[in-house]
């Protein structure tokens, strides 16, 4: 059984992958002041307080009930690292695509596309023009996990928005994808089909040491 639901401060333990628990995007870079609380209850904290502001901040997959992958998106006033980026986005209000993980048994397997879809399909439901994301280059020096490659994203069909060697800006503009909303849900079916086990900076360095699953269900 496929399963897609919303992120919720009680599923926070569901969040799978090479970084769970992950905080990367809801603290500061490590030479600012850092938050000596569980990872969990970090998070927690966090997806209330998105949720509450702007709405649900991401999906969370499962298969056969068992957590496989997550996406998380939102403003870019919610996301504190985003500052140790050189290619951050100066609106606050900026939806922003901040990573998209996958347990390694469903790896390469279809999932992270699923996830990539969700997450535009989640923000045509707020009405924004565009949804950004800052990406790595294979330049960049100790990368982490969370953030996305430039490749992926721009196979998922990103475009580069602001350059930079290292970690460009993306963006997905979704008012030339008129039949996106459409498209998203169908496609997110037919990825999911093939999934086996499924059924129908300035100063400072970005990478820190932090760390903190269809059924569509609103």
Do not use: I
């Amino acid at each position: 059984m496929r399963d897609l639901r919303v992120l919720t401060p009680d599923v926070v333990d569901d969040l799978v992958g090479s970084c769970a628990p992950c905080t990367f995007w809801q603290t500061v870079p490590r030479n600012g002041h850092g938050d000596v609380r569980a990872p969990e209850e970090v998070l927690g904290d966090w997806v209330e307080t998105v949720t509450s502001d702007w709405g649900a901040p991401g999906r969370v997959a499962y298969v056969d009930g068992r957590p496989a992958g997550y996406v998380l998106v939102a403003p870019a006033r919610h996301v504190p690292r985003l500052a140790a980026f050189p290619t951050a986005p100066g609106d606050p209000s900026t939806l922003m695509l901040l990573t998209a993980v996958v347990a390694q048994p469903y790896a390469g397997k279809g999932l992270r596309k699923v996830l990539l879809q969700s997450a535009a399909k989640d923000a045509l439901k707020h009405h924004v023009r565009s949804l950004e994301v800052v990406g790595a280059r294979p330049l960049a020096v100790s990368k982490h996990p969370c953030v996305l490659d430039v490749d992926v994203l721009e196979k998922a069909g990103y475009r580069v928005e602001r350059d930079h060697p290292t970690y460009p800006r993306l963006r997905m503009d979704l008012r030339r994808v008129v039949t996106l909303r459409d498209e998203a849900v169908a496609a997110v079916g037919r990825a999911l089909s093939r999934v086996p086990g499924l059924r129908p900076v300035p100063e400072t360095h970005p990478n820190g040491s932090s760390h903190a699953q269809v059924t569509d269900r609103t």
